[in-house]
């Protein structure tokens, strides 16, 4: 049997833009996308702290260090700039492989320049000393 675990977790990550005249997708700065370890066009599930709207798209690469969070398409009627999202992913794994699975997660603040909290980090050393703590 096959279990879906979260893999990836940014908490709190906190919207800079909406862009209707888009495809689709969220458009996460790459670093952030790196500290958790998010892989571009991964399918993502992300939730609006703002307003309750959860939805599915795919995360797409903005330029490293901007700590963009962008709602792009049909998904910028779903928030706008200042909401805090929590961006998901999953990974399908055997029970076994599941129990001592621990997800890569990421509390941020002050716009994205800051982690609060983080928990099993899939970026470098390096990569963490250039957020805020």
Not at 15 to 29: C, I, P, Q
Not at 30 to 51: F, Q
Not at 67 to 76: I, M
Not at 111 to 131: Q, T
Request: hydrophobic content about 45%; aromatic content about 6%.
């Amino acid at each position: 049997m096959l279990v879906d675990v979260l893999r990836t977790k940014l908490l709190r990550a906190e919207v800079t833009a909406a862009r209707l005249d888009y495809e689709g997708s969220l458009a996460v700065d790459s670093e952030l996308m790196d500290l958790v370890g998010i892989i571009p066009y991964e399918r993502i599930l992300v939730g609006n702290l703002a307003n309750g709207e959860r939805f599915e798209t795919y995360a797409i690469p903005a330029p490293a260090g901007t700590r963009e969070v962008c709602l792009n398409g049909a998904t910028a009627h779903l928030g706008k700039p200042g909401d805090l999202l929590v961006v998901m992913t999953f990974a399908r794994m055997t029970r076994e492989e599941a129990h001592g699975w621990k997800p890569s997660t990421a509390t941020l603040g002050n716009r994205n320049r800051r982690i609060v909290r983080l928990g099993n980090p899939a970026g470098s050393a390096e990569l963490i000393a250039s957020f805020e703590t």
